[in-house]
């Protein structure tokens, strides 16, 4: 009879080691606080426009910017999460490593998306002045659609993998957090005030951003796998720079309260005749 031969050269046992229970548990219970305040820090903004029935002192190249990185991101998480085929050629390229994304991460992107296309509806309803989204963020916008467009087609070639096809994807949310702030924290500025930005989006969102870097970390530890902090690169630089940032946008804030600010609309209100 002919022999056969199997090779197990390749093979491995894949096998969850934990330094703590307590910290896995620790772990879950983070990364639903973090999608949760991270959730809530979208509608301060949302109910303060629909309070002033105006958008006046939002900067439309942030809400643009927004909306593009979320759809891109959330598709990241989404396909990384659920699609099989997604995370086997993730484990290809990662043979020991934990999946970076969690439920949180999916539900959050997903309602991120919808919170953004409704901010942009309150965009078009209310008072918005001569305030319009900026030549350069018109620029941007376009290039981010065609980069994400030529790679579909690329990876459509099989001249890259569908993962990789995703990468970019979380690449563009990667960039949107780098340059999304820029321009509200310029409007800022320029108006000496942070009328009709909300205060209280900045500091949910910067306890948010917190605690989805400590989820990052306690996931890496427990799991002695510091490599999976990075096998998700948009949301630890999606934490960092909202850190960053809320904590520039608080100094303005707190400082320019106590200074006049320069409208962006010219209004006069006349009182009502009794």
């Not at 993962?163 to 970019?168: E, G, M, P, S, V």
């Not at 989805?212 to 630890?236: A, C, E, R």
Request: proline share 3%; hydrophobic share 50%; glycine share 6%.
């Amino acid at each position: 009879t002919n022999s056969s031969y199997l090779s197990v050269a390749g093979a491995f046992v894949r096998v969850d080691i934990k330094h703590s229970h307590a910290l896995y548990i620790l772990n879950i219970i983070v990364g639903w606080i973090y999608f949760i305040v991270w959730t809530v820090s979208f509608y301060p903004q949302a109910i303060l426009n629909y309070k002033r029935k105006s958008v006046v002192g939002l900067n439309f190249d942030f809400v643009g910017y927004n909306l593009i990185g979320f759809l891109a991101y959330g598709m990241f998480n989404a396909f990384l999460y659920w699609d099989p085929a997604i995370q086997k050629l993730y484990f290809h390229d990662n043979p020991y490593g934990v999946l970076p994304v969690q439920l949180n991460d999916v539900v959050f992107t997903i309602h991120a998306t919808f919170i953004s296309l409704f901010t942009i509806g309150q965009i078009y309803v209310y008072e918005r002045g001569n305030q319009k989204v900026s030549k350069i963020g018109q620029v941007i916008i376009i290039l981010m659609i065609l980069f994400i467009l030529i790679s579909l087609i690329v990876a459509g070639a099989k001249a890259i993998n569908w993962l990789q096809f995703l990468y970019y994807l979380s690449y563009v949310k990667l960039f949107v957090t780098f340059i999304k702030y820029i321009p509200q924290c310029h409007m800022n500025c320029v108006r000496r005030s942070t009328e009709g930005w909300s205060i209280w989006g900045v500091l949910m969102d910067f306890i948010g951003g917190a605690f989805s870097v400590l989820q990052m970390f306690i996931l890496s530890y427990n799991n002695d796998d510091w490599k999976s902090l990075f096998g998700d690169p948009t949301k630890f630089g999606l934490g960092v720079f909202s850190i960053a940032f809320d904590i520039i946008f608080c100094l303005q804030h707190y400082f320019f309260q106590k200074n006049k600010y320069i409208p962006l609309i010219q209004t006069q209100i006349v009182p009502e005749k009794q």
